[in-house]
């Protein structure tokens, strides 16, 4: 049997199709839909829940950021039980930036980079024991992310 190149980019393209088919299905159940949609910080903490200020919860980002379309950030919790760590940009269109889960028994870790519109607070809330917990941090950006 004698496949032509394109047979073989058909195939091949279905097979990736096929295989991103279980994270596709994961990401829409981990996923906070209503907190994505939402258009202002107001929205997202409506959707989450009321978070309460910690500091057990570390949140990196740097005080100035040249470029608004890459700012790097990074958030530790040494919250037992932490499941989940969110990280939302208060000025942004949509203000949910990322959302991570975090396995049971795994340092509560992560480390991104997202686009902030102007400069604004940057908030890290961390689920933990059926609680919500948040700690921000303002960054100043001299060039917008988000079309500016």
Known sequence: MKTSRRGFMKLAGAAVAVGMLPLKVLADFVR??????????????ASLGNAQDSDQIMLETPDI????????????SVIPGTSKIYVVVEKNPNPMAAAFMIPEGTDAFVQ???????????YAVVEAGGKLYKASRETKVTLGGCGG
């Open 32 to 45: 906070p839909k209503e907190a994505m949609a939402a258009t202002d910080l107001a929205g997202v903490f």
């Open 65 to 76: 950021a040249e470029n608004g379309a890459v700012v790097p950030v990074s958030v530790t």
């Open 112 to 122: 991104t980079r997202v686009k902030v519109a102007q400069t604004c607070p940057i």
